[in-house]
T-cell receptor, first 111, second 114 residues
C-alpha cells in the first residue's frame, strides 16, 4: 500500500517560533507538494518539488520555505510562525502520469 | 492560469439517489484529472484518475467522465449511501510550463441522509 506520512496530526506553536512540518513518502515519487487548506479558500499551493534539491514556489509561498535533501522527504518550514498561518497543512506526492497521494494532514494552531 | 470550478458547492440527498457532481477547467492542456474524497479533518483519498486520452473510469458505484475539449468532468455516484457523505474534490494536472502541478476545485460537500 502506498503511503504518505506527515509527522504530526496536530500541532500547537507560539507566535514567532520556527516550525517544521515533515512529510515522507515510500513510493519513490519525484514530485511532492505542500498545500494549506482553509474554509472557503480551498487548497492553496505553497511549494512543490520536482526532484531532490529542486523546488518551486506555489501561489502563497510568503512566510514559508521548504527543504528536499532526500527524495522521500519534503519539509515545510515556517520561519517565524504567525496566527494567520493557523491552518490544515496537506502534503502530496506523485509522478507525472499517476495518482497523487496525500498524507493525513497536520492541523497547526499558532497562538 | 488554470481555473477549476466545481458545481454544486453543496448537495443534500436522501439515501438511494443517483448523483452527478460537476467539475470544469479552463485550460485543456492537462495530463490527467483526479477525483478525491475528503472526510472532515482528514487528508484526501484518491477515488479515480482519468488520463487525458481517456473518456471515463469506473470503480464500483463511481463513474467519472472526461471531456477534455470542453473542459468538463463529471463524477456519477450510483445508489448513494450515508457513508458517501464527504467533500469531493477534482484536480487537474497541468502540462507545459505548469508541468506536474495539481490545480484543485473548491469541492462539493455531499450529505446523504438515511
Amino acid at each position: 500500500d502506498v503511503k504518505v506520512t506527515q509527522s504530526s496530526r496536530y500541532l500547537v506553536k507560539r507566535t514567532g517560533e520556527k516550525v517544521f512540518l515533515e512529510c515522507v513518502q515510500d513510493m519513490d515519487h519525484e514530485n511532492m507538494f505542500w498545500y494549506r487548506q482553509d474554509p472557503g479558500l480551498g487548497l492553496r499551493l505553497i511549494y512543490f518539488s520536482y526532484d531532490v534539491k529542486m523546488k518551486e514556489k506555489g501561489d502563497i509561498p510568503e512566510g514559508y520555505s521548504v527543504s528536499r535533501e532526500k527524495k522521500e522527504r519534503f519539509s515545510l518550514i515556517l520561519e517565524s510562525a504567525s496566527t494567520n498561518q493557523t491552518s490544515m497543512y496537506l502534503c502530496a506526492s506523485t509522478i507525472i502520469n499517476t495518482e497523487a497521494f496525500f498524507g493525513q494532514g497536520t492541523r497547526l494552531t499558532v497562538v | 492560469k488554470q481555473e477549476v470550478t466545481q458545481i454544486p458547492a453543496a448537495l443534500s440527498v436522501p439515501e438511494g439517489e443517483n448523483l452527478v457532481l460537476n467539475c470544469s477547467f479552463t485550460d485543456s492542456a492537462i495530463y490527467n484529472l483526479q477525483w478525491f474524497r475528503q472526510d472532515p479533518g482528514k487528508g484526501l483519498t484518491s477515488l479515480l484518475l482519468i488520463q487525458s486520452s481517456q473518456r471515463e473510469q469506473t470503480s464500483g458505484r463511481l463513474n467519472a467522465s472526461l471531456d477534455k475539449s470542453s473542459g468538463r468532468s463529471t463524477l456519477y455516484i450510483a445508489a448513494s449511501q450515508p457513508g458517501d457523505s464527504a467533500t469531493y474534490l477534482c484536480a487537474v494536472r497541468g502540462r507545459g510550463s505548469t508541468l506536474g502541478r495539481l490545480y484543485f476545485g473548491r469541492g462539493t460537500q455531499l450529505t446523504v441522509w438515511p
